[in-house]
């Protein structure tokens, strides 16, 4: 083989975590009931806008979350296979020429110079000073002062151009599978999805796959000869900096929930359910777990844990597992830090349920209690577990950035987006200012929070009975809105 | 009423032990003094006489729970539990790596954290609530639906893109304050506006649109209908009504954050040099400095307690259904 898979630890959860999100659609397909919120997630604008972008991070995430070690090129051959110690993704090979075009500091975004001047010695031996050319990017160009502008425009309108026709072909197909399942002409169907007669906001998510096609191709068609986002202080493409950003922010927004929802369902519920001991025990538990400022109890966690790795090196093969691992404590403790709330409304939830009357009559009939929580209890407050864990979602890419900054965030080794606004932080201060690396995170992590947000959103609004009965009779009351009026 | 509270204080000591047995565990028992020491001192310089000259340093050569080696009552005080967590309720943290008196230190940088953090906290509620009785007045139209807008988006960005583009705009590019730094008396304003400025924006957008959702669920209610179909005008129902029972879910999550502010902003307190404990903190996570660590912990914990009980007793100012009891 040439590669060997390695299978790193939050790759394990990130698999589990999409088994268990398949699992669950073919689960809920089957069940009007529990289809029925969905579809009116489905039918949110905002929210399948966000959905669409998610799913564009997720696919990132997702390839970038294929390790390997590749095979090293040995002399003799195959009598002894050596693996790479520097672990690859996916994601990695997809971008090769990305990561292997190392400049030798900052150079801007699409520049074909050096960021400072530096002294360059010309051909006849005489010295001067100037910006020198960059090694591979606009490599390609003779004179970049009048060439680049022209190359870099030609490029883009390509990229672009091309972007724009696989978009295309996706329109086209969902026009046809819309006019497949109404049984009516193609050209009805496509008509109707763009005056958005549809029932599904297939215009507006089709015009953000537009959005991310046109932009996606332009910086594919540049990247082929610059360094599309910049440099950074060695030398690294930000664009692929940024692109492997992607997968901590995911890992910590998703596994963290992942962690602590074992903790919260089993607490909350059994604190509420069986009241009593039980129930001074559990909440005693969390108002001291809450009563210590989060960020300083990840601190003093974080601070400990780095101790513990910092004595025993041995544990740990290779960087990256090491990074790895530091990622999943980190998500541990952001978990143990939040339960608390879900706990909390778990603990509200099951009290008022077990008062009910079918609960009683459960009872009534024998039931044992691990029937009554899992048969009665667990599936009346999927819904309250479902909106925490969407809403958690952008708070943690968020606190993520803060972490790193503090110093109590990923591994110095790892991309994140907290440790390039660290990085980028630094250089504020330079005249001129070096604003490349802030901005591509900004704008990246703008995009995804926003996204996950606008999901969250939608989320709440279909699965929260109480969202539903209130916004109503407002929205009667006045003209009625030409859009979601963006919830409660 | 002081019954209550000092009964309510009394409760507060279970978690209080709890929170010290939770730090002591973290900091002594998952990993050990020598530990610390050895990463301290870096992997070049570990010798058994430099561990056992920084434990004696801090105080960490000492039997952690049980001495018994010393005589009488020492068997339990001549401890590292008694010296470095019991020690804590009466204020007495010790000393910091560089040798300065925690306590002393703490009192000091209360000050410039309370400069920045009350101001903003105020003029920030005062917005807040403001911009979200305007958006509930809007409801359902232009206005309403392009403020939620513009607060969904300033949610999704991080407040560290707030200080810096604030830093950046205000400081370097206009001039009109100092980047970072602090000095005491009336030349604090100049240090102090742009940081609490830059912290009422960050907290905008999620800010007025929780208010709002507040103040929607409480103008769909039927008294407020009662009031309207009385001929009140809206702007009565929404300042008479409206507004004083929708505080009650505000002050919930407000005044539980007021202890707080004396640790003040941790991430704007460094970002702009001000030297209040908040500041403090990240030093002592950066340089690894436990033992502040561990008393801003215990002082976390101990500012939260008492928001709590003012939580509970602010209850009985604004809904007098509410007993204490």
């Known amino acids: ?488 | 009423m002081i019954a209550y509270i000092i009964r309510r204080l009394l409760y507060a000591m279970p978690i209080l032990i709890g929170v010290n047995v939770i730090t002591f565990g973290l900091f002594f028992l998952v990993n050990t003094p020598d530990d610390m020491a050895r990463m301290q001192l870096g992997v070049k310089r570990v010798t058994p006489e430099a561990i056992a000259n920084w434990k004696q340093e801090r105080g960490y050569d000492k039997p952690l729970l049980f001495n018994a080696a010393a005589p009488g009552l020492d068997k339990v005080t001549n401890t590292i539990f008694y010296e470095k967590s019991l020690r804590m309720f009466a204020f007495d943290f010790g000393r910091a790596d560089d040798g300065r008196d925690i306590a002393r230190e703490i009192r000091m940088r209360m000050g410039p954290s309370l400069a920045v953090a009350v101001p903003s906290f105020l003029v920030g509620l005062f917005i807040y609530i403001t911009f979200a009785l305007a958006f509930a007045f809007f409801r359902a139209t232009y206005i309403d639906f392009w403020g939620v807008v513009i607060c969904v988006a300033a949610m999704s960005i991080s407040s560290m893109f707030y200080i810096i583009g604030g830093q950046y705009l205000i400081a370097k590019l206009w001039h009109l304050v100092p980047i970072s730094g602090y000095s005491g008396g009336t030349d604090a304003l100049r240090f102090v506006l742009l940081p609490a400025a830059v912290g009422v924006v960050a907290g905008f957008g999620g800010s007025t649109r929780l208010y709002r959702a507040f103040f929607l669920e409480e103008i769909s209610k039927d008294y407020v209908r009662t009031a309207r179909a009385k001929g009140l005008s809206e702007s009565v129902v929404l300042f008479r009504h409206v507004l004083k029972n929708a505080m009650i879910p505000i002050l919930t999550g407000v005044v539980v954050a007021i202890p707080f502010l004396f640790i003040g902003g941790l991430i704007t307190e460094s970002f702009f040099g001000i030297p209040g404990l908040g500041s403090y903190t990240i030093d002592a996570i950066n340089s690894q400095d436990f033992a502040v660590v561990r008393s801003m912990v215990f002082i976390g914990s101990l500012l939260y307690i008492a928001g709590l009980l003012l939580t509970d007793i602010s209850y009985t100012l604004v809904d007098p259904r509410v007993r204490l009891s």
């Open chain 1, 1 to 488: 083989m040439p590669f060997q898979t390695v299978i790193l630890w939050t790759d394990w959860l990130i698999y589990l975590l999409v088994a268990v999100v398949v699992v669950t659609v073919v689960y809920v397909r089957g069940r009007e009931h529990l289809l029925a919120p969905w579809r009116r997630v489905g039918h949110s604008a905002s929210g399948m806008v966000g959905l669409t972008v998610l799913l564009m991070f997720v696919a990132v995430g997702l390839l970038d979350s294929l390790h390997y070690r590749p095979r090293l090129p040995s002399s003799e051959a195959a009598s002894k296979v050596v693996y790479a110690a520097e672990l690859k993704s996916a994601l990695d090979a997809a971008l090769e020429p990305l990561r292997s075009r190392r400049e030798k500091t900052y150079s801007a975004p699409l520049a074909s110079e050096l960021f400072a001047k530096e002294m360059i010695e010309r051909a006849d031996g005489s010295q001067t000073r100037d910006y020198p050319r960059l090694k591979f990017g606009g490599a390609q160009l003779k004179d970049p002062g009048t060439e680049s502008a022209a190359s870099i425009a030609r490029a883009t309108v390509g990229g672009a151009a091309a972007g724009a026709v696989a978009w295309l072909f996706i329109a086209l197909f969902v026009a046809a599978a819309l006019a497949q399942s109404q049984r009516q002409h193609i050209h009805l169907a496509w008509g109707a999805l763009w005056r958005g007669e549809t029932p599904a906001p297939w215009r507006a998510v089709l015009l953000t796959i537009l959005a991310i096609f046109l932009a996606g191709g332009a910086a594919v068609a540049l990247a082929v000869n610059y360094h599309v986002l910049g440099t950074d202080k060695v030398g690294q493409d930000v664009f692929y900096l940024t692109l492997k950003s992607i997968r901590t922010a995911l890992v910590i927004g998703t596994l963290t929930t992942l962690v602590m929802l074992p903790f919260a369902l089993a607490l909350g519920i059994a604190a509420g359910y069986f009241g009593g001991w039980v129930d001074d025990a559990i909440q005693y538990l969390y108002t001291t777990l809450n009563s210590i400022p989060s960020v300083l109890l990840i601190a003093a966690a974080v601070l400990m844990m780095q101790v513990y790795i910092d004595t025993r090196p041995e544990l740990f093969p290779t960087a990256a597992q090491r990074a790895d691992l530091r990622l999943l404590f980190l998500c541990i403790i952001l978990g143990v830090t939040s339960w608390t709330g879900l706990c909390r409304l778990l603990r509200g939830e099951a009290l008022k349920l077990k008062e009910l009357e079918y609960i009683q009559a459960a009872h009534a009939f024998g039931v044992r209690h691990h029937r009554v929580i899992s048969r009665h209890i667990l599936p009346n407050v999927m819904h309250i577990v479902l909106i925490s864990v969407v809403m958690e979602f952008s708070g943690l890419v968020l606190a993520e950035a803060v972490l790193s900054y503090v110093g109590v965030g990923v591994d110095p080794s790892m991309n994140s987006f907290g440790s390039m606004i660290n990085n980028a932080r630094l250089e504020m201060a330079r005249e001129p200012m070096v604003w490349w690396s802030l901005a591509a995170a900004f704008v990246f992590m703008v995009t995804l929070v926003l996204a996950a947000n606008l999901f969250a959103d939608a989320v709440r609004d279909a699965f929260d009975p109480r969202v539903r009965t209130s916004a109503l009779p407002l929205r009667s009351m006045k003209a009625p809105l030409p859009a979601k009026a963006g919830g409660a």
